[in-house]
């Protein structure tokens, strides 16, 4: 590739499971856009996927870090600028987990318990990474942060349960550290609202395939996949968008600024017929 956006640039991404996982793709472009990263998950997600595999293909140092504990991820900042040789450019927040949801809890009869560990892994995570990172001075100048949302936190999604809760605090999240890392370390903060996405966590949402074909089918574009979530995480990492900060991002092919579609009518009226 002629063009490379990352070169020199130092990162931490967060959530890359298995070759499904978006942080995957987006770990494999920053690679070849000429970054230097290193790849973390928890010790339990390490065991269980093939991280390894993504470690020596981009040449990432990984680190076992989980992402709700304070000290586990002062350690992952310390042991990363170390690894990389200076501060960090950009992170990758790609987490997110919901027990009600795993379990098929319904929204009316939610476990309260599993809806804290929903918020503290899925949104409170997201405050923690930052600031971790940010106690520690640990990014430089221009640096950029990014979570991955859903319109979910902005629109009803029945069986998307609480993770529509997580969603709309992460990016409340943004917009409220966003503030006090761009003016005090000039540091940018964005979420990235990606089209319903088939990865390993997505695939276990009741009626994601619903979710998925309708998308499809409203979005001028069709649904966003994978691979151009990860161009676009590139591009905010760049210093291409380094003016863009505290904003929930559509990356969804048009879905979330179209109220219907020719084909949805059809099968509509079909319907009706």
């Not at 009600?100 to 929204?107: D, H, S």
């Not at 640990?138 to 990014?146: K, Y």
């Not at 503030?179 to 089209?195: C, F, M, P």
Request: glycine letters at 10%; charged letters at 20%; a negative charge.
């Amino acid at each position: 590739m002629s063009t490379k956006l990352l070169e020199g640039k130092k990162g931490i991404i967060f959530g890359a499971l298995d070759n499904r996982s978006i942080a995957w793709k987006v770990a494999e472009k920053a690679h070849e856009h000429g970054a230097q990263f290193t790849l973390t998950n928890t010790a339990m997600a390490l065991r269980m996927g093939t991280l390894n595999e993504l470690g020596e293909q981009t040449n990432s140092p990984i680190i076992a870090a989980d992402a709700t504990d304070m000290d586990e991820l002062t350690a992952l900042y310390q042991q990363s600028m170390e690894a990389l040789g200076g501060k960090i450019d950009f992170v990758l927040h790609s987490i997110g987990m919901s027990p009600n949801v795993r379990k098929k809890r319904a929204y009316t009869d939610l476990n309260y318990a599993w809806l804290q560990k929903t918020m503290d892994i899925s949104a409170l995570s997201f405050h923690k990474v930052m600031q971790a990172g940010y106690q520690l001075d640990a990014f430089n100048e221009w640096a950029s942060v990014l979570g991955l949302s859903y319109i979910a936190a902005q629109r009803t999604f029945p069986g998307y349960g609480d993770m529509a809760d997580a969603k709309s605090t992460l990016e409340s999240i943004a917009r409220s550290f966003g503030y006090y890392l761009g003016k005090e370390k000039k540091v940018r903060v964005n979420t990235i609202s990606q089209s319903p996405t088939i990865t390993s966590a997505g695939s276990g949402i009741k009626g994601f395939d619903g979710f998925f074909n309708y998308a499809e089918k409203l979005s001028p574009l069709g649904n966003a996949d994978a691979d151009s979530c990860a161009d676009y995480c590139v591009v905010m990492f760049s210093d291409l968008s380094r003016m863009v900060t505290m904003q929930n991002l559509f990356h969804d092919g048009g879905f979330s600024s179209t109220g219907v579609s020719d084909v949805i009518m059809d099968l509509v009226m079909g319907d009706q017929g």
